[in-house]
């Protein structure tokens, strides 16, 4: 291979679009029927948006567990697909899907391709990202002291974190790693948030007790650092006077864009933004191409995660015909077959 499309180009049985709770189950469930997978998601991690949007939320409707939090549900579906040995993109979308002779080639933004003779599309509402604050410099500090997601608390033992928000995740967040940061400080333009009243009452009392430091009201101005390291985040407020916080990381949580991006131009059959699929099968109107969860409809449509593990078994099962043509799949229970082998 000499040319830099060939250098760039990955060969697997399925591409998943999303890294989500479906997404992670159904690398789970093509790995039972022997299948590889790639993983491709426009965020930086895991989790979709259990992980961008409230992980310290719990969630009650999964079955066998009475109360999880959405990062320990995500979390133990890593685990569970791990054995299976998936190969995520991340940080990319499949801008293009393209039929190559009998296989999908995923042109991805960063100027890779994926070729498989499935795709199984599990992206939620569409790709989505951080709406970023406008800040000059913000790019250069983005993955090294700018953060829109947090995947490990451990990550901020010891440092002095800014969070920028007034919704759920700020607020859950400033909570969160007020135990293991050395400064926690949120920055809000009013006193009062929006998060869930139990969760700003509970940062409140943290900021009487001097644990956490609310800068109300403040917005961000500007930041100060060298080589990608922040040293201070500037805030300002509506008159325009300024202060310095010293800190070490800025998480600004100003929510997420969602659209459904290139996935609508894929002639797929949608149905008002959502992939009408076959719901014997989970099979769109492209041969090869599946759909599992809140992106696929279908009549009587549940839009519930525990759904979307049911859907993401049925495309599994469906791709395995796909992939092995004419050859018949012996249906085993988990608890006769157990995990096979990495395919």
Known sequence: MNSKEEVMRHETDAVIIGAGPVGLFAVFECGMV???????????????????????????????????????????LAEQAAPFSPTYHFGVQVISLQRDGQR???????????????????AGCGAFGPNRPPLEGLTGYEGTSVFYMVRKREDFR?????????GDSAVDWAVSLAEVAAKVMVVHRRPKFRAAPESEARLKQMAASGAVELV??????????????????IVATLEGETRRLDADVLLP???????????????????????AVDPATGASSAPGVFAAGDICSYPGKLKLILSGFAE?????H??????????????????????????
């Open 158 to 166: 010891g440092k002095r974190v800014v969070i920028a928000g007034g």
């Open 216 to 233: 109300v009201p403040y917005q961000l101005h500007g930041l100060e650092g060298e080589g990608g390291r922040l040293s201070a985040v």
């Open 34 to 76: 022997k299948l590889k997978c790639h993983v491709v998601d426009a965020l930086e991690g895991i989790g979709g948006q259990c992980q961008a949007l409230y992980p310290e939320k719990p969630i009650f409707d999964i079955p066998g567990h009475p109360r999880i939090l959405a990062a320990e549900l995500i979390d133990k």
């Open 104 to 122: 999908w080639r995923c042109g991805l933004s960063n100027g890779e391709a994926i070729l498989a003779p499935v795709v199984i599309i599990a």
């Open 253 to 275: 949580f100003f929510g997420l864009a969602m659209e459904l991006g290139p996935i609508a131009d894929w002639g797929l059959g949608m149905d008002r933004s959502l992939i």
């Open 312 to 316: 993401a078994a049925r495309a599994a």
């Open 318 to 343: 469906s791709a395995y015909d796909v992939v092995h043509p004419g050859e018949a799949l012996h249906f085993e229970y988990s608890t006769t077959s157990g995990v096979p082998a990495n395919p």
